[in-house]
Structure formats: C-alpha cells, structure tokens
C-alpha cells in the first residue's frame, strides 16, 4: 500500500496546541473573546448548558474547562456579534445568495428577524411573528396532513422535540423526516433486531473499567472530541485501542491532551490507536466476521485441547440465538474472500482477535463509518455477534458504543419524533392529550425526499437543520422545491436550504442553546440526552441574538395555535409558559422513561433512561441476543461496481459541523484553505494518470441512468486502501443516488459513493498543487480561558 505523502506520523500529534491556538482563533473571528471564553467555562456543567455540538456525555464531576475545541467553535459560531437582519435580506436576492458559499452564507450572522419570501423582489423581507405565524398556521390547517412534512435537526431539545411531534399528530401526519435518518437510523433500526434497544448499551463508569476498546468508522479527534480525554486515558492505563478505519486519522494516532501540562511542553503526545487496520470501505462487515472466525477456531482448539474455553459458553447458552449457525457460517469463510473484501491480511485481523480474546472487558464504539452503507445494518449486528462471542454486553466495562451525531438526535427520537411509532406510545400520547392519533406510518428523510419528486409535499416545516443541503440527490430534489406550495425553516443562521423555497417561504429566527430562555421573565431549562441514554438539564445564559428571537417550544406552541385554534383542548401558552410542564406531559406520556423527571434533571451528570440489554434483558422477539449474519452477503461487500473507478467516501472536516463550514482548514489532515479536495491512494493516481494537485470531476456510477455529477476537485494524495477516496461533504452531496442506502433504515450510504473520475480539463498538465500545510503553528498566540 503506498504511503501517502500526508501519511499522519510525521506530522504532530493532533489536540494540544493547535486546539487551544483554534478555540481563541475562533472565538475572535466571531468578534466574542470575552463573552466566549465566560460562556465556555459554564458549559457542560450542572447548572450551565450543554454543548451545541455532539452528543458526548457529560462526566457527573465536570473538569474546571469541560469542553474541547470544536465545541468552542460551536459556542462561538452561535454566539457570534454577527447579524443577518431584514436589511441585509433586502438587500440579496436569493439567486444572488445562491452564489454564497455554504461557509459565507452562515458567516454573515444570526437570523434577527422573522422573514417572509417576496417573489416581486426576489428577497426575503421582515414581518412580525403574530403574521408569519397565522399565514402558516391558516396554510398548514387546509392541507391533506399526509402532504405535510416536519422535519427536525438533532439540536433540537426534548421539549421542542415533543411539541414538535404532537403538532404533526395532532394534524394528522407521521410525516417525521429527521436528521437521524441519515445519520444513526442505521443503528435505530438494526441494533433491536441483536439486542433489543436501539441505543448503546454502555455508561461512562463502562469506559472508565473497560480493557480493550475497539473503533470502527468513526473519527472522534474531530467529531466527538471531548471522547479523546478518554482514549487518551485509556491509552496511558495501556489499554489496547484498535481502530478501523481506512483513512489515518491523526487523533487516533497521536494526541496531545491540552489539559496535561507535561505534554504541553514536550510537544509529544501520546500514541492512541494500539493498532490500526486500513479497513477497505465497506469491508467492515467481513473484518468483524474474520475476527469471530479466528475466536472460535482458537476455541475449537482449546476445546480440543481441554483448556479453558474462549467462548463465554454460559452467556451464550443462557442469553443468546443463533450462536451454532454464525459459528458455522464463521469457520466456513475462507480467508481468502475476507482478505480480499477488507484490504486487511489475515495476519492483522488474527492480531485483533488476539486483542480480543485476551481482554476481559471490551467496548466497541461505531460511527458513519458503519451507518451509511448500503448494508450498515449487517455491518453493525456483526460487531454485536463479535461483542456476544464472549459475552461482551450487559456487564461492567464492556458493550456496544454507536457515538451518536447531533447534542440531541437521541432524545430527539426517544421522545416521539418516529415514523413509525408503536401503539403503546400512540395511546398514551392521545390519553394525555385527548386526541386520537394518525395510525398510518409515515415518511422518513428518504421517502420525504422520494414525496418531493413525486410532487406529493405541499409543504415542508423544519426544525433546525439544512435539510436541503445534507440529503442526497440534492439537485434532483432542489429542482422540486419551487413546486412546494409552502415552506418554512425554523433556524438561528441563514443556510442554503433557505434559498431553496417553495411558493411562500418563511425564515424563523430561534434562541440558540446557549441563550437565556425568558419565559414570563423565568429562565427555562430544557433538556438533552447524549449517547449514553443519560438525560440531564441545559440552561441557556448569554443575552440572545435579537429581542425578536424565539425558543422552539414557543415557535411551536405558537403555530399550534394558528394552526389548530378551536380544534384541540391544549393550554399551549401554559406548557410554554413553564418548560416545566411539558416535561410532566413527556413523563405522563413516558412513565417508565420519565419518572420524576423535572426532579431528576439537575442531577450532575444526569439520569439515565432504562436500558434493557445493558441489563441483560433482550426485548426481542426470541428473548435472547440474536446472533445475525446474511450468508449471501459476501458478494455484496459495497465494493465499487465495475462501472466505477472509486468508492468515494464523504466525510466532514475538522471545521465543520455538517454542512455548518467553519472555515476552509482541515488541520489534522494537513490541508489549509480548500475544500474541494480528493483524498487518493498513490497508486490509483498513477493508475488514472493523475498527479497531485490535478483538477479531477465526479461522476456517480449509481446504475439508475441518472447522470450525477460534481467537478473540481484537487487531488491529494493521501493514505487510504487501494479503491476508496474520500472528499467533503456536502459539497459532493450531489453524487448520492437517493437509492443507494441502508435497506433497513434508508439511511444514505454516503461512504461508498461508486464515481468515475476524470480530468476537469482533459490535457492540461496537473495544476498547482492544493495549499497544505506540513505542520500547524508551534508557536502558539493564546489566552488560556481564566477559571
Ligand atoms: N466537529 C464536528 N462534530 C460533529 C459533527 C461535525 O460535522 N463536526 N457532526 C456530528 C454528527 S451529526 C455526526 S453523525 C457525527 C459524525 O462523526 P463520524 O462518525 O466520525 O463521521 P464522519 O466524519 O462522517 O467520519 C466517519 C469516519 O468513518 C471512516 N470511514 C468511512 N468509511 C468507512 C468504512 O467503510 N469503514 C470504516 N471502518 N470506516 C469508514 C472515515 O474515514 C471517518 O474517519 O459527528 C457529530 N459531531
Ligand atoms: N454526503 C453526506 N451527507 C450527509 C452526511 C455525510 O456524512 N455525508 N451526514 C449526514 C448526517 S450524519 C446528518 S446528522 C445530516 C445533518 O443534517 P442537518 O441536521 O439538517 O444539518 P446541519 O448542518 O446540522 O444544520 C445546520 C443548520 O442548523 C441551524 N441551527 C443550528 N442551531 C440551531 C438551533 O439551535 N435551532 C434551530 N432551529 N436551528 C439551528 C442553522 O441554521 C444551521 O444552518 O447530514 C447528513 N448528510
Ligand atoms: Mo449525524
């Protein structure tokens, strides 16, 4: 395998100071030193808010600066001096603003302003809430509810979220597109079928007692930042880290602690990853069916030999179904087929079976890596058998760890926003409310989009989010959008999805989590849960963007209002008037959830949801852990169709937040001041007759006939597996096939993305070459925050 010129060893350790250079660097580009530095200290702590970025958990004793770089960047994005207001708007057209980089778009501020669309002038113009919301509301009460849809982004509290999903019952829909369908949907759906619960099954204290970790398809250094005081940790207690992911990821190679000073001034860092095994794209499913091959052949050996079992032979009897048939499907294998599908030798997937077998207690943790292919699913529940062969579930220091996306894109879906809801939740919503709800199954994100093509959505209502920015095929669906009768985004900055608009539109503005939430002059709390299931308070407290701001729960109450006047019995200014109230109705709705809820929230740390298989308690229909495989999968590894050159993985850099683009570095992979970029192993470079720096466009190789495309991109050589290559998202958004996802969820597969490639400008030699950065400053300008 060539060793790509940004082969991450000889570049720094990532975190360190670069991070601290970063957090000041963001903060005074958001003109919010001060203010910035002041907000951060609260954040993540008893009392204080949470973070707007991931779903990290918060620990119950909180360090003195609980927070990490990128949610610094987060803080200072929304808590910028920055305005979007009427005037500005005025001034844009939108087909002017359509030219606006995604990054430019949200740079320019906060949202002041409720904002009506005016096609006389092609601008959006200010108008008072008590208008936008009758017009809306008048609109939404006219529709057939099956063509409404509700979107929601996963920052949305779980009050919100709740008022949220009781609007669109109440309507008569269970039209709930949501962030997480592109997202985590993958383990919402596949995980119950293995255990029972669509979560993950550890806790923190989990962390702390477990003696192997392993990490697949999931880059936390960026995108869960706060988890690599844990590796790192981990890492110095010895603890063996095995990670799998076709891209070196430089954080899970080296990582300075910013909070430790000894390495602050050596500079060293510390070595995270134990081992790291350049999976292929795709072949994860083969690598974890690999690794329980080669555990229970060294168990069929002991066996033979009379010596201690490898196999937790009593977990397996006791608590799971289908261990014989995998074990046999498992010997089968020829190493052979797994060597080929994972890029990986037999020799390494022995050697993480070895790590395996030798820990006692083993987390595995899993991100988009897993969750958007085509067959994330399979993927997924092939970790869980690995987890099950030694009963690695369901006791101190070992389980199954998804590290969900979005601050609240698990309690968002805990607390209603589904699909396909059960019966039990649907009765109890219309006991508490005294309605009956719609029974019909509803949309999610795929076949909201699927309804949009057909011209079946009059409108489209979203919560947050950029909905037209972050989905598939966003082209095809964009071209659409103008025949939407109505549609209305409810956000705190201005994004491209409010330039793609139906007939009317409406932009409103809303507090942002770190704002002071005045409800009758009381300050509200609202609350989150993370992707530990535990739940706890956050209490906004920097002076809001624009007196004309919002909360969600009160957009939303308040369009209930306009929308439903007469036809429901709902005291809604009395839940908004006290969030404290809508969190009794979410525990009337949820009592074994939710008992003691608004006692429970301040707890440090917070409360945890019940958790069946973190018990041993398996919810599924054979009342065991189901050890699940697809015998036919192998010839289905989401390799590269014949058509294509490549299988483009899409993936986020280290200054974004989705399609939120803080700036144009990527420091941890070396590049500065571009984003259109194509990571390329060396030798399918010199195989397609491209160099560094060449100017190279996509073309999808979906195999509907749809032409997709996305052009100029520079190419970058870089350390991934023969095969795969991988550029940002979402600017390569336009080259997924809105087909091409995760059959049980629908979940786009956004890792394996078949493209042809070709040269931007045929004949011409390669360009310039893209401006990277060997190494990030050492000489860091910083103010470190004052406790
Ligand atoms: N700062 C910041 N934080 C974020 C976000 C952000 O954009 N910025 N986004 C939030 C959201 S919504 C989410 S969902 C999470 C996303 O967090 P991640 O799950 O880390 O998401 P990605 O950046 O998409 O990267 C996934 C990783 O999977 C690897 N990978 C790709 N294909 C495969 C494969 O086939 N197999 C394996 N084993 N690995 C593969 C990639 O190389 C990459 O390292 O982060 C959340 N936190
Ligand atoms: N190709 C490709 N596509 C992907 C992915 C990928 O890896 N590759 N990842 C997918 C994933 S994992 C996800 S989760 C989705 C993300 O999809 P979304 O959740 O829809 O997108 P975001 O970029 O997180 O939304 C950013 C916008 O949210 C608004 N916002 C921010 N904070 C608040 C708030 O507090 N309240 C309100 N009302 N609005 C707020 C701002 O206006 C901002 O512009 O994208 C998916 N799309
Ligand atoms: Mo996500």
């Not at 009059?458 to 103008?482: H, Q, S, T």
């Amino acid at each position: 395998m060539a060793e790509g010129r940004k082969a991450a060893p000889k570049q720094p350790p990532a975190g360190g100071w670069g991070a601290l250079n970063a957090v000041e660097q963001h903060l005074g580009k958001q003109q919010i030193l001060l203010k910035g530095n002041r907000a951060l200290l609260s954040m993540n702590k008893p009392g204080g808010f949470d973070c707007p970025s991931c779903a990290w958990p918060d620990p119950g004793k909180p360090h003195i600066a609980e927070y990490c770089e990128n949610g610094a960047k987060a803080v200072a994005w929304e808590a910028t001096k920055k305005r979007t207001g009427p005037d500005f708007l005025a001034e844009h057209r939108v087909e002017e603003l359509k030219t606006w980089t995604d990054h430019e778009l949200e740079d320019h501020g906060r949202l002041t302003h409720p904002m009506r669309y005016d096609a006389a002038t092609d601008t959006y113009r200010a108008v008072d809430w008590q208008t936008a919301l009758t017009e809306i509301g008048e609109t939404v009460a006219q529709l057939d509810p099956k063509r409404v849809e509700l979107y929601t982004s996963g920052r949305t509290s779980n009050e919100a979220a709740f008022l949220w999903q009781l609007y669109g019952r109440l309507l008569g829909t269970n039209n709930f597109p949501d962030c997480s369908d592109m997202c985590h949907a993958t383990t919402t759906v596949a995980l119950p079928e293995s255990i029972g619960v669509g979560k993950g099954t550890v806790t923190l204290e989990d962390w702390e007692h477990c003696d192997a970790l392993f990490i697949i398809g999931q880059n936390p250094g960026t995108n869960s930042p706060r988890m690599m005081t844990y590796l790192h940790q981990m890492a110095k207690r010895g603890v063996p880290i095995v990670t799998f992911n076709p891209l070196k990821e430089r954080a899970l190679l080296r990582f300075t602690d910013p909070q430790s000073p000894v390495e602050m001034l050596t500079g060293r860092g510390q070595t995270i990853s134990s081992s790291y095994f350049q999976v292929r794209t795709g072949g994860d499913i083969m690598a974890m069916q690999g690794i329980c091959k080669a555990v229970i052949a060294a168990d069929d050996e002991a066996r033979a030999r009379g010596e201690k079992r490898i196999l937790d032979v009593d977990f397996l009897r006791d608590h799971t179904d289908g261990f014989e048939a995998f074990a046999a499907f498992a010997r089968d294998l020829s190493w052979e087929e797994i060597e080929h599908y994972t890029a990986l030798s037999r020799a390494q997937i022995e050697q993480a079976a070895n790590i395996y077998m030798k820990a006692e207690r083993v987390i595995a943790c899993w991100g988009m890596g897993i969750t958007q292919h085509k067959h994330g699913g399979d993927a997924m529940q092939q970790i869980l058998n690995m987890l099950f062969l030694r009963g690695n579930i369901g006791r101190l220091g070992a389980g199954a760890c998804p590290i969900r996306g979005h601050s609240n894109v698990q309690g968002d879906r805990t607390v209603g926003i589904n699909k396909t809801p059960t019966e039990t939740f649907l009765a109890q919503l219309d006991k508490a409310f005294d309605f009956t709800s719609p029974r019909e199954h509803g949309h999610d994100t795929a076949e909201c989009c699927e309804a949009i093509l057909r011209g079946d959505v009059d409108a489209f209502l979203a919560m947050g989010g950029n909905f037209f920015r972050a989905i598939p095929d966003i082209e095809r669906v964009g071209e659409k959008v103008p025949q939407i009768g109505l549609t209305v985004q409810v956000a705190t900055k201005l994004n491209r999805s409010h330039l793609i608009h139906g007939k009317r539109a409406y932009i409103l503005p809303a507090l942002g989590r770190t704002e002071l939430d005045l409800q009758n002059g009381v300050p509200q709390t609202v609350t989150v849960e993370d992707s530990f299931s535990m739940v706890h308070g956050s209490t906004g407290r920097l002076e809001p963007a624009s007196e004309h701001c919002r909360s969600e729960p009160w957009i939303i109450a308040n369009l209930a209002k306009a929308t439903l006047a007469g036809r429901v019995a709902i005291d809604w200014d009395a839940l908004v008037a006290d969030y404290g109230r809508i969190r009794d109705k979410i525990e009337e709705v949820f009592p074994d959830q939710f008992g003691k809820y608004n006692r429970r929230i301040g707890l440090p740390g917070g409360f945890r949801l019940p958790n069946g298989a973190s018990e041993r308690v398996w919810n599924t229909p054979t009342g065991k852990a189901n050890f699940l495989f697809d015998p036919d999968l192998k010839d289905q590894n989401d390799e590269a169709p014949e058509d294509a050159h490549l299988q483009l993985m899409t993936l986020r850099s280290h200054d974004q937040f989705n399609t939120t683009v803080y700036s144009n570095n990527d420091r941890y992979r070396g590049v500065s001041g571009e984003r259109m970029v194509v990571f390329m192993n060396e030798s399918d470079m010199a195989e397609l007759g491209l160099s560094e720096g060449t100017v190279v466009d996509f073309a999808s190789a979906a195999g509907d006939g749809i032409k997709r495309q996305a052009g100029g991109f520079k190419v970058v050589a870089y350390d991934v597996p023969k095969g795969c290559c991988a550029a940002y998202y979402p600017e390569t958004n336009a080259l997924l096939a809105l087909s091409h996802r995760d059959k049980r969820s629908n979940t786009p597969a956004a890792k394996s993305v078949p493209v042809v490639i070709s040269r931007a400008r045929p004949g011409e030699p390669a360009s310039s070459k893209p401006e990277v950065a060997e190494q990030y400053p050492t000489t860091p300008n910083l103010t470190v925050p004052a406790a």
